[in-house]
Nanobody
Framework: QVQLVESGGGLVQAGGSLRLSCAASGSTSSINASGWYRQAPGKQRELVARISSGGITIYADSVKGRFTISRDNAKNTVYLQMNSLKPEDTAVYYC?????????WGQGTQVTVSS
């Protein structure tokens, strides 16, 4: 089992930056991949970025070139650096850890981008 705690959300003006963090505890050695998802009001949760245990990353087309996912294995923490933020990036951002037995979600952190 894995517990995830996100932090770093907040209110920022368009064009600004935020860095989200997701700290994992528990069976962290079993994590195959980690990802950031977001859910805006009235919309489905969508993948933003994902990083595998081998370091391979994928991004949603809408964030390519603006967001960067990374991880610090020593700290069991995954980051999402978000630059050039747009109002349409406003959402609750969730961290997910994928293990052989299934996926675990964090509680989410709100990101609000004002125009």
């Amino acid at each position: 089992q894995v517990q995830l705690v996100e932090s770093g959300g907040g209110l920022v003006q368009a064009g600004g930056s935020l860095r989200l963090s997701c700290a994992a505890s528990g069976s962290t050695s079993s994590i195959n991949a980690s990802g950031w998802y977001r859910q805006a009001p009235g919309k489905q949760r969508e993948l933003v970025a994902r990083i595998s245990s081998g370091g391979i990353t994928i991004y949603a087309d809408s964030v390519k070139g603006r967001f960067t996912i990374s991880r610090d294995n020593a700290k069991n923490t995954v980051y999402l650096q978000m630059n050039s933020l747009k109002p349409e990036d406003t959402a609750v951002y969730y961290c997910k850890a994928v293990l052989p037995v299934g996926g675990y979600w964090g509680q989410g952190t709100q990101v609000t981008v004002s125009s």
